[in-house]
């Protein structure tokens, strides 16, 4: 599985972007893709996160009612609204697949989000 991100920039505070990540490959297999960020001088941690199967989803609570994670499975893309956005919001944004079926775990190369005051 290989993952590629876009749509990340500059963006003031309040405003709004929209991720995506280009999946391909062995897709079929994925059983969730989600979301993960890091800060400079901070560990990486989960944004949010969608199961593949009945597409439940769960966020972190700094960006709950903030941020939608969705899925397009005919187009193989994860999304990531952000709207409202904070100084804090700004990281590399990095997506993840997971396939349980071979115990896989994918990366994408990240995407800068930076949300000025």
């Known amino acids: 599985v290989q993952l590629v991100e876009s749509g990340g920039g500059l963006v003031q505070a309040g405003g709004s972007l929209r991720l995506s990540c280009a999946a391909s490959g062995s897709t079929s297999s994925i059983s969730a893709m989600g979301w993960y960020r890091q800060a400079p001088g901070k560990q990486r941690e989960l944004v949010a996160r969608i199961i593949s199967d009945g597409g439940r989803t769960n966020y972190a609570d700094s960006v709950k009612g903030r941020f939608t994670i969705s899925r397009d499975n005919n187009k193989k893309t994860l999304y990531l609204q952000m709207n409202s956005l904070k100084p804090e919001d700004t990281a590399i944004y990095y997506c993840?697949?997971?396939?349980?079926?071979?115990?896989?775990?994918?990366w994408g190369q990240g995407t800068q989000v930076t949300v000025s005051s």
């Open positions: 993840n697949a997971d396939c349980y079926l071979w115990g896989g775990d994918y």
